[in-house]
């Protein structure tokens, strides 16, 4: 069965500083692989997508990257964080090259920048 | 542009009663449909989905129906439960191999006992 695995659980961050967030998955080789960004009470914004390793497509412009390292890693960073990065981090992945748009979320990971 | 509008942003209704979610899309090439449950904290998890070569699908006490003329699609939960208290998103996709999904902005449901 395929898992997929985010961390860390939760991050309190002050301003300017560092980020990484992290997400495995597991028993499924070569993945869609998604970060998806939500506000509390919102609803989900993709971020990021990635079909193969090395490869990564920016969906929206929020002064974050994302990489992709292994077949079964995705990586979301930035240098300095911004108050407005607070929220609820989703991976997410979906079956590749046959795609219905299905995905399967991770059980995320929450920000709060101060 | 937003792709895809839920309504409504709120709901509460009585245990046993029925819920109806609905949302409307605008690009006629979307041609899957999924609804995602999700618990505070916890990451969404597919609820039930329907293709646009279909009008109805059924799993239990959940119904989505699709209205292609119109495009519209609702969320039915029958003898709705407090354990079914989630935010509810729809979502459409035009099925390309990237699987980018257009979500609502998400049906706050409130069961009570």
């Known amino acids: 069965a395929q898992t997929i695995h985010q961390w860390p659980v939760a991050e309190i961050k002050a301003v300017g500083s560092p980020l990484s967030l992290g997400c495995t998955i597991k028993?499924?080789?070569?993945?869609?692989l998604y970060w998806y960004w939500q506000a509390t009470g919102g609803t989900l914004q993709q971020l990021f997508y990635?079909?193969?390793?090395?490869?990564v497509e920016s969906v929206v412009q929020l002064n974050l990257s994302a990489s992709r390292p292994k077949d079964d890693q995705f990586i979301l960073s930035t240098e300095k964080l911004l108050l407005s990065h607070s929220g609820f981090y989703l991976c997410?992945?979906?079956?590749?090259?046959?795609?219905?748009?299905?995905?399967?979320f991770g059980e995320g990971s929450k920000l709060t920048v101060l | 542009q937003q792709q895809v509008r839920q309504s409504p942003q709120s709901l509460t209704v009585w245990e046993g009663g029925t819920t109806v979610l609905t949302c409307s899309y605008e690009d006629s090439t979307f041609n899957y449909f999924p609804w995602y449950q999700q618990f505070p904290g916890e990451g969404p998890a597919l609820l039930i989905s329907i293709l646009s070569v279909s009008d109805k699908k059924e799993d239990g006490r959940f119904t989505t129906f699709f209205n292609k003329r119109e495009k519209k699609l609702s969320l039915h939960i029958i003898d709705s439960q407090p354990g079914d208290s989630a935010t509810y998103f729809c979502?459409?996709?035009?099925?390309?191999?990237?699987?980018?999904?257009?979500f609502g902005a998400g049906t706050q449901l409130i069961v009570i006992p």
């Open positions: 028993g499924k080789s070569s993945p869609n």
């Open positions: 990635s079909i193969t390793v090395g490869q």
């Open positions: 979502a459409a996709s035009g099925g390309s191999a990237l699987g980018r999904l257009h």
């Open positions: 997410a992945w979906s079956l590749h090259p046959t795609n219905t748009g299905q995905l399967y």
